[in-house]
């Protein structure tokens, strides 16, 4: 299937905010990710949205293997193949094993992949956080005592922004029909 916008060359972008789409190169790579692309038919959306997933990366508490599995997991849930892809190699690069990642693409059950002996205590708390809030928008006082007994509240609070955006880039990767980069490769 075709994507349903098109992707703005730095040409095209409109020319006062040519610096905003600058950055989006320099932080998000050279060519851009096409979802980044896609956002860039909302121009003067561009820039905080470089500001917000820049603090969201880099202003993060939690540790980034935690936080890159509940990615993949919130993914998998909202049957995104596009995020599920790209965040595999920041999953491995963050210190997920490619056998946790294997599992969570296989899983068709929630509580068979949270049984697994390849996730530990804190791992489960995050997948079924990611998972719950995913399906159900509303999560358990079970789910969520888990999740605050195995981090620390801030932390917590980490991987609750990470879900709610990653389910925000889901909801705008499906219907524009964002397709993989002919460059993307998995590790």
Request: hydrophobic share 45%; aromatic share 8%; glycine share 4%.
């Amino acid at each position: 299937m075709d994507p349903r916008v098109p992707l703005p060359t730095r040409d095209e972008f409109p020319e006062e905010l040519r610096p905003v789409y600058d950055r989006m190169l320099a932080e998000r790579g050279n060519p851009a990710p096409h979802v980044f692309l896609a956002l860039c038919n909302i121009p003067p959306l561009l820039g905080p949205l470089l500001d917000f997933t820049a603090a969201m990366r880099h202003g993060a508490a939690m540790h980034a293997r935690y936080r890159e599995l509940g990615v993949v997991m919130t993914a998998h849930t909202a049957r995104s193949t596009y995020e599920f892809n790209k965040h595999w190699n920041h999953a491995l690069k963050a210190g997920a094993r490619r056998e946790q990642l294997e599992a969570i693409e296989a899983s068709t059950s929630v509580e068979d992949l949270l049984a697994s002996p390849l996730f530990d205590a804190k791992e489960r708390a995050v997948l079924a956080y990611a998972a719950e809030a995913t399906a159900r928008i509303e999560v358990s006082d079970e789910t969520w005592s888990a999740l605050t007994t195995a981090f620390p509240l801030r932390e917590a609070m980490d991987l609750v922004m990470a879900v709610a955006w990653y389910n925000a880039v889901a909801r705008i990767n499906g219907p524009l029909r964002i397709a993989l980069e002919p460059w993307f490769q998995r590790a």
